[in-house]
């Protein structure tokens, strides 16, 4: 199929890989930040198998970055996230959530460390961009926000470090889980990190010059080939079971950190003042009314992901929904994350999913439900 048959119009931009994703076997494409993102390559299931056996790569440009820079980005930096970074040093990456006022949370985002006063925030689906800049206006701060000209890649799979050093050399190998390094691949200026969102060993490819797009999928996709490198699209299925956050689906503007159980990203005892920590203050102390749970839902396998929150019931009450389900084919089981009240958050418990199909009995499960450690991820 040609690239121009894929359209929305000109509103909805297209990374500088989209060409080359389409020649190499994109069938659908779903809009996240505003761009096209690939989610179809044939068949979700093969994906699953191509990258938990070998690797894919798949085009994440949508994950937009926002540059911040200025004497005072360490300072604002701090103030836009609950987690401490005081000790986060350069070159290192980190896993943090974004809060308003009011505790929710606005995005889950990967911060990048490039120098002391230069760091990317790699965004989930919402503008943060503007919400920074926002936010700097009445700051007092000494701060330049921008969205710079980077485009990732996911180099995603148990065969991913053996691509790396084909294409980067043996010292590639020394870069450690969640730290980043700025690399040069025939020409093409890149940022390289240990990240990504699959639960697998993975890098990200960070390009800093998008007319050279197309030339980098082509490199990677030849040295690959020998691998079982294979184009792909993120998967749904691996990152359910690694319980990793779909912002929007698994979480929201109204979702506090404490709800999901990420209270190892909210520290209250910092010195540093961030947005939103008399409100999760509040929110400790007072406790939560609804957790994230993982579920087994007991029926015939799921066709693809939901694309609707289903309704939880227990004793003809509604207790919950479930946010992301889908099939797991290694595990041979329908899998969900699902909010529920706190009454019925508990391992073991039997609820009701009413799914498109009809009403199914559901089990409280222990998430993720598969490889709790991330040692597949951080070996």
Not at 139 to 146: E, L, N, Q, Y
Not at 169 to 198: A, F, H, K
Request: aromatic letters at 8%.
């Amino acid at each position: 199929m040609h690239a121009d048959a894929f359209g929305f119009g000109t509103q909805i931009r297209k990374s500088p890989y989209f060409e080359a994703t389409v020649r190499w076997g994109a069938k659908a494409f779903s809009v996240y930040n505003h761009m096209y993102i690939p989610r179809d390559f044939g068949d979700p299931e093969q994906n699953f198998w191509n990258l938990v056996n070998d690797a894919i790569l798949c085009d994440v440009a949508v994950e937009r970055q926002v540059e911040i820079t200025g004497p005072d980005a360490a300072h604002f930096v701090q103030m836009l996230t609950p987690r401490d970074l005081s000790k986060m040093a350069v070159g290192q990456c980190k896993y943090i959530l974004i809060t308003n006022a009011e505790g929710g949370i606005l995005n889950d985002p990967i911060l990048l460390r490039l120098a002391e006063n230069h760091f990317w925030i790699s965004l989930a689906d919402s503008d943060i961009l503007l919400w920074a800049q926002g936010v700097a206006v009445h700051s007092g701060m000494d701060v330049t926000i921008t969205e710079p000209d980077v485009s990732p890649l996911q180099l995603q799979g148990p065969k991913s470090g053996q691509i790396m050093q084909a294409l980067f050399g043996e010292e590639i190998m020394d870069l450690r889980y969640y730290w980043l390094r700025e690399v040069d691949l025939d020409g093409i200026p890149l940022i390289v990190s240990r990240t990504g969102w699959s639960s697998e060993l993975g890098y990200e490819l960070y390009l800093r010059d998008g007319t050279q797009g197309d030339a980098l999928w082509e490199r990677i996709m030849a040295t690959g080939m020998a691998y079982g490198l294979k184009p792909g699209h993120t998967s749904s299925i691996r990152r359910i079971e690694g319980g990793m956050l779909s912002y929007h689906a698994d979480a929201d503007i109204h979702t506090n950190p404490y709800e999901l159980g990420l209270d190892r990203l909210v520290d209250l005892d910092m010195e540093a003042d961030f947005i939103g920590k008399q409100a999760l203050r509040r929110i400790r102390d007072a406790g939560v009314s609804r957790r994230q749970v993982g579920l087994i839902i007991d029926c015939d396998p799921f066709k693809g992901p939901n694309t609707s929150f289903w309704p939880i019931n227990r004793d003809g009450e509604t207790v919950g929904k479930v946010t992301s389900a889908v099939y797991s084919p290694r595990l041979e089981r329908n899998i969900a994350l699902a909010m529920v009240s706190v009454d019925v958050a508990h391992l073991g418990l039997e609820l009701e999913v009413v799914t498109p199909s009809g009403p199914t009995r559901a089990t409280v499960v222990e998430r993720p439900f598969y490889d709790p450690k991330k040692r597949l991820a951080v070996a």
